[in-house]
């Protein structure tokens, strides 16, 4: 991984740890609907970020160019 990929991995924790905050603090304004309201809220906010996540961490990647005589990937950096 390069610094970018490491940097959108932090970012990426950061905003899961907010969304699930986020959840639970919409779920505690009711109690007795606490859980179809987190559910209703997290799932949709975590399938976004995990994709966003993915595409955003391929975009940064580094090519890795496959030597001929070995065969082995090296890191052009």
């Known amino acids: 991984m390069n610094v970018n990929q ?17 959840c639970i603090m919409q779920g505690k304004s009711n109690p007795e609907y606490m859980t179809p309201i987190f559910f209703k809220n997290f799932i949709p ?15 940064f990647r580094t090519e890795e160019i496959v030597s001929a005589t070995n065969n082995k990937a090296i890191n052009p950096g």
């Open 45 to 59: 906010l975590i399938i976004a970020t995990l994709i966003g996540s993915k595409i955003l961490l391929k975009r």
């Open 6 to 22: 490491k940097i959108i991995v932090v970012m990426v924790d950061i905003l899961i740890l907010a969304e699930l905050a986020y």
